[in-house]
């Protein structure tokens, strides 16, 4: 996994655990982890992650991840046995179009999460039974799709 990929991944973990009210001290906490920064980029990162700000009674506003809440009803309601990530098989790149194998019935559900989160590397997805289309922007590389889908469901680590 890429740096920036793990960058994002931490900086999703810390805004859906943690109440943080600037850019200056979520950069601090980043600096903490380890990961060396500036503010331009975390203002990138935060654009990528579709980071929003909300009233804060406290502080004034904090950021938020709105993906993140609704995964997060999601993966509340769905077993461990039933979540669609269980029904991932495989993903296979044709040039720069990324096909998912599921089991069946599951392409759907994976689809509609990927949707959900709308990356920017990704158009779109088209969904059958079993098998999911990746329609990738047009400068994306398989890599950068990979590193999209591990932000999204990094239940995926070591399996794509």
Known sequence: ?????????????ILS???VNTQDELLSILKEKGFKLTQATLSR????????KISDP?????YFLPSVQE????RENASNENFPVNGFISL???????VIRTKSGY????????DANSPYELLGTLAGDDTILLIPVEDATPNDVK????LIMPELEGKI
Do not use: H
């Not at 406290?58 to 904090?62: C, L, S």
């Not at 995964?71 to 999601?74: E, F, Q, S, T």
């Open 58 to 62: 406290v502080k004034g506003y904090r």
């Open 71 to 74: 995964n997060k009803v999601v």
């Open 1 to 13: 996994m890429g740096i920036k990929t793990k960058r994002l991944m931490t900086i999703k973990k």
């Open 17 to 19: 655990t943690t109440n």
């Open 107 to 114: 392409a759907s559900s994976i689809a509609s999460l990927i």
């Open 147 to 150: 590193n999209a889908l591990l």
């Open 92 to 98: 296979r790149f044709s040039k720069n179009l990324g």
């Open 45 to 52: 990162d935060l654009k990528v992650l579709k980071v929003g």
